[in-house]
C-alpha cells in the first residue's frame, strides 16, 4: 500500500509540535525565488478558493482538515497495558464527532491510540492492521506488540513529510506481556513504562511525571489513566466529550467509558 | 529534535500535487490584481442522516451555488450506490456526483463478484481509500446510509479521507444549523415518521438559516428490501406567484405615421 501524496498544507490541526515544522518543495524543482514563495504560500491551506467567503467559525469543508486534537495514554502494568483517549474530533472550531472512538484495534491484543489528523492516523491503522493481521497467518502465532509498533514506526518514517501522526501502540503479547511503545509525530519509536500523547499531553507532563509509580496494579493504572485524561480535557480545548478505557491482558481486552458527568473531580479553579 | 527536508527525493510513484500549489501561487496572484477566476459549482448544502428502528433515513436541501449566485434550484444530492446503499454530497458538485458514481460501478462490479448484496462499510472503505489517495483535493464530503446484513448504518466521510459511524450525522455549510435540531431531538430506536420528520426539520434549519441551502427538501428512507426515494419530500420555498402584469396590450400606442424605406442589399 503507497501513500505516494505530496503533503497538503493543514490549518485547524492543535497539535502544537507543527507550528515548529519549517517545509520546503522538492530540491531541484524550482528556483530560489518561487522556492521562498513557496514555503511561504505552504502555510495555508492548499486548496485556496476565491469562493470561501464563510465565516471562521464555522468549517468550509474543503479546506480545513478534520483533526483528532486529542489527549491519549498508555500505561504498562504487570500483566498488561490500559490505555485511554478522549473522544472529540474537530475542524477548526466546530467538533465534527464528539464521541469518536481513539483507541482502535490492530489485532486481537494490540491496540493503538491516534492523535493528530483524523484522515492520516485511520489510513495508517488501516494499512497496519492488514499488514499485522497477514503477517500473524504467515507466523501462525499471536503477533508482538514490538511487530506492530515498528509497522507503524515504518510507515510513519518513510512518509513523515506528508503524514501528521503521533500514535501510541499498546498491547500483550505472550513473549514480553504488556508493552506501550510511542511513534510520535516525525516517525522515531520507542518503549514505555507510561507514554501520553496529543495536544492535551502538554497539561499533564508533570501530573504524569509525579504520579506514576512502578508496580502499580490493574486498578491503580485505570484511576490514574482516567485522572490524568480528565486533567488534559478539562485544559486543552481540543480534547473532550468521554473518557475511554481499554485494559489489554492475556485474558483479552475489557473496555469501558466514563461519561461527562461521572468524571473525576477536581478543585474547581 | 525535528529534522527537515529530506536531501534526496527519488520518484516515489503516485500522484504529484506540485501544480496544485503553483496554482494557489497563481491564483493568489490574479486576486492581487483585481480579477477573480471562475467558481466551481458547489452544493452548499445541508445535508444529514439519521439511523432509526427499522433503517435509516437521509435527508438533503437542493440548492446548488456557483459563487454567490444559484446555479441549481432543484439538484439532486442524494446519489444511488447500489440498490441498499444511498450516499449525500455536500462539497464541490462535481466531485460529489463522480465519486459517487464511480464508487457505484465499482460497488456493482464487487456484489456481482461476491454473489451478495454489497455493505455498507464497503463502500465506506472504498469512499475513503479513494478520497485519502487525493489529500483532500477531491471536495467530496459525503453522509453514506444503508442497510445490509449487519443492520442500519450510517457514515460521515470527509474530503481528506477521515470518516466517522454515528447514529446521526449532518455535513455541508448548513450542519451546525441541522446538529442543533439533531442534539435536541434525537433519540435512539425511533420510529419512521418521527425519523423523517425529524430529518426534514433537520434540513429546514439548514435552509432557512444558511445562505448556501435552499429550494426543497429531499428524503431517502432505506429500510431492509425497501428505498423510499422521496423527491420532493417538502416544497419548503415555493415560488411566488406574480400579483402584476407589464404586458401592453396591442394597440396601446398608436402608430400615428409610416415612413417605408426599401432598402437593397447586394448578396
Not at chain 2, 483535493?137 to 481528506?160: E, K, M, N, R, W
Request: neutral net charge; proline residues 3%; hydrophobic residues 35%.
Amino acid at each position: 500500500m503507497h501513500f505516494t501524496v505530496v503533503f497538503s498544507g493543514l490549518s485547524g490541526v492543535c497539535d502544537r509540535l507543527r507550528q515548529a515544522r519549517v517545509r520546503t518543495p522538492a530540491a531541484g524543482s524550482f528556483s530560489n525565488v518561487v522556492k521562498l514563495k513557496m514555503a511561504a504560500v505552504l502555510q495555508f491551506p492548499a486548496s485556496v478558493s476565491t469562493f470561501n467567503n464563510y465565516n471562521d467559525l464555522y468549517p468550509d469543508w474543503t479546506q480545513t482538515e478534520v483533526s483528532t486534537g486529542t489527549s491519549i495514554m498508555a500505561v504498562e502494568f504487570e500483566g498488561g497495558v490500559v490505555i485511554g483517549a478522549d473522544s472529540r474530533t474537530t475542524t477548526g472550531a466546530y467538533i465534527a464527532n464528539r464521541v469518536t472512538d481513539k483507541l482502535t484495534p490492530i489485532h486481537e491484543r494490540i491496540f493503538c491510540c491516534r492523535s493528530g489528523s483524523a484522515a492520516d492516523t485511520q489510513a495508517i491503522a488501516d494499512a497496519v492492521t492488514y499488514q499485522l493481521g497477514f503477517h500473524s497467518i504467515e507466523l501462525d502465532e499471536a503477533p508482538l506488540v514490538q511487530t506492530a509498533a515498528s509497522l507503524f514506526r515504518d510507515m510513519c518514517y518513510r512518509y513523515r513529510e506528508e503524514l501528521m501522526a503521533g500514535i501510541i501502540v499498546a498491547g500483550w503479547d505472550p513473549r514480553r506481556g504488556g508493552q506501550v511503545y510511542t511513534v510520535p509525530v516525525g516517525g522515531m519509536m520507542t518503549r514505555q513504562p507510561v507514554s501520553v500523547g496529543g495536544s492535551g499531553s502538554s497539561y499533564i507532563y508533570g501530573y504524569v511525571d509525579s504520579n506514576y509509580r512502578a508496580g502499580m496494579s490493574k486498578e491503580e493504572c485505570l484511576k490514574f489513566t482516567a485522572e490524568a485524561l480528565t486533567l488534559a480535557m478539562e485544559r486543552d480545548g481540543s480534547s473532550g466529550g468521554v473518557v475511554r478505557l481499554a485494559v489489554i491482558s492475556e485474558q483479552g481486552v475489557e473496555r469501558q467509558v466514563i461519561l461527562g458527568n461521572q468524571l473525576p473531580k477536581f478543585s474547581t479553579v | 529534535i525535528m529534522a527537515t527536508v529530506s536531501v534526496c527525493q527519488y520518484h516515489r510513484g503516485g500522484f504529484s500535487f506540485e501544480n496544485c500549489k503553483r496554482n494557489a501561487l497563481l491564483e493568489a496572484d490574479i486576486n492581487k490584481l483585481g480579477f477573480s477566476s471562475p467558481a466551481a459549482r458547489k452544493t452548499g448544502t445541508t445535508i444529514c442522516g439519521v439511523v432509526y428502528k427499522d433503517g435509516v433515513v437521509l435527508g438533503a436541501d437542493t440548492r446548488a451555488t456557483e459563487g454567490m449566485v444559484v446555479a441549481d434550484k432543484n439538484c439532486s444530492k442524494i446519489h444511488y450506490i447500489s440498490p441498499n446503499v444511498y450516499c449525500c454530497g455536500a462539497g464541490t458538485a462535481a466531485d460529489t456526483e463522480m465519486t459517487t458514481q464511480i464508487i457505484s460501478s465499482n460497488l456493482e462490479l464487487h456484489s456481482l463478484s461476491t454473489g451478495r448484496l454489497p455493505r455498507v462499510a464497503t463502500a465506506n472503505r472504498m469512499l475513503k481509500q479513494m478520497l485519502f489517495r487525493y489529500q483532500g483535493y477531491i471536495g467530496a464530503a459525503l453522509v453514506l446510509g444503508g442497510v445490509d446484513s449487519t443492520g442500519p448504518q450510517l457514515y460521515s466521510i470527509y474530503p481528506h479521507g477521515s470518516t466517522d459511524k454515528l447514529p446521526y450525522v449532518t455535513m455541508g455549510s448548513g450542519s451546525l444549523a441541522a446538529m442543533a435540531v439533531f442534539e435536541d431531538r434525537y433519540r435512539p430506536n425511533m420510529e419512521e415518521e418521527e425519523a423523517k420528520r425529524l430529518v426534514r426539520d433537520a434540513i429546514a434549519a439548514g435552509i432557512f438559516n444558511d445562505l448556501g441551502s435552499g429550494s426543497n427538501i429531499d428524503l431517502c428512507v432505506i429500510t431492509k428490501g425497501k428505498v423510499d426515494y422521496l423527491r420532493p419530500h417538502d416544497v419548503a420555498n415555493k415560488k411566488g406567484v406574480r400579483t402584476g402584469n407589464y404586458r401592453y396590450k396591442h394597440g396601446t400606442t398608436d402608430d400615428t405615421t409610416h415612413h417605408t424605406l426599401t432598402c437593397f442589399f447586394p448578396l
